[in-house]
Every structure is written in structure tokens, then in C-alpha cells.
């Protein structure tokens, strides 16, 4: 299997700790964003839409990270992704909540506007409002996060064990480090994260992407946690 992947991009990152921890036979083909390689052959060729990851497994090629991160896991027989329906449809409540809700105000209107000048909006006073508007959403899901769907016994987001919802989740909140938001009033998912960075699979899947984050010569300027907000 060839896996094309930005190691640095937030959901290729989450395919390959899955990779990993699932120990498959991967050949993992780097993709570079920045130097717009997803523009040119074999990737714009195998993805039309030109975005990573994309996996070609002898030939079938998948793209869209949840469902590469499933295929995966049911090749490889794992418990990551449950063959229980109600326990399947569980994980998939989780990665669509990333996906749908979280990632939306997290990722597209509070990081990427602030760091990816192909983020912001047409003047700065609707860049400075979509900023804002995801600063506080953003908040309101992570206190959503932090009481109910990593409430449960385990600390993981389903059923109390390890699935391809932590590293699709975990994949997409650790864009956190590129602003220097502070996760710190919300301790479950705080606890969360420090869980994933016990993982060996993980922290190599995230080597590039820290690396990346600790060269950056600045910081985002909208500070996640505004004073005196309540969580």
C-alpha cells in the first residue's frame, strides 16, 4: 500500500499514527503542501481534488482521511474500529463531530485565518470577525468535549478504549500548538492529549508537525481562552 501524506497537514498526520499503531505494510509517499506537490503527478493524478492523504492499495485508491482511517482498520481486523454496529456507529458520531462541528470553528475560522493568508477573508475586519466568531465557538465545543464525550471511564472518546476517533480527533485539536492556544481549563481534554502522547505510534506520526510548530518565529494574536470566559 502507498500512503501520500503531508506529514506536517492535520489529517494525514492521523493516518499515519493509525498506520502505525496498526503495524501495516505502508509505503508512505511524502506530499508537500507548501511546495504545492499536490498540484502535480502522482497525487493531483490519484485525487482529483488535490488534497491529502490519499491511500492507493494496490490499486484502489481512497481518499478523505475518516474513511482511509476505517478501511485500515477493518483490512487489519482491529478493535480500533469496532465491529459492533452500536459500538461502529459510536465511533462515527465522534469523527463526524470533529468533522463537522469542531473542526469547522477550530480549524477554518480561528487557526487557518490567522496563520494562511488564503484564510482570510476580503478585509481584515471580517478576517478579525471570523476569527472571532470561531475563538468562541471553538469554546463552547471544547466544553463540550471536556464534559460529555470524554466523560465516560478510559479517557478515550468511545467506549473506554483506543479507536480511529482519538487520532482523527486528536489529529485536528492539535492545531493548538500552532497558536499557542491554552487547553488548560478544560482537563479532560488536556488529560486527552497528554494520553495520545503515550502512544509511540503517535508521537512519531507527529515528529514533522511538532518540529514545524516549534520553528514558527511567531504566535497567533487572538488568545483562545478570553478573560474571564466561562467554560
Known sequence: MDLYIDPIATTSRAVLAACLELDLPVNVRPVSLMKGEHHQAPLATLNPNRLVPVLDDG??????????????????GSPLYPVDLQAAARVDERIAWFESNFYRDFGYQYVYPQLMPHHARASDEATRATIEWGRAASLRWLAVLDAHLLAGEGGWLVGGQLSIADFHGASILSLADLVGADL??????????????????????????????RSRPGRATVALQAAGAAT
Not at 475518516?66 to 485500515?72: D, E, G, N, Q, V
Open 184 to 213: 488548560s481549563p478544560f482537563a479532560r481534554v488536556r488529560a486527552w492529549l497528554d494520553r495520545m502522547d503515550t502512544l509511540a505510534s503517535w508521537r512519531q506520526a507527529c515528529e514533522a508537525y511538532r518540529a514545524f510548530a
Open 59 to 76: 490499486g484502489f485508491v481512497l481518499t478523505e482521511s475518516s474513511a482511509i482511517l476505517r478501511y485500515l482498520a477493518r483490512r487489519a
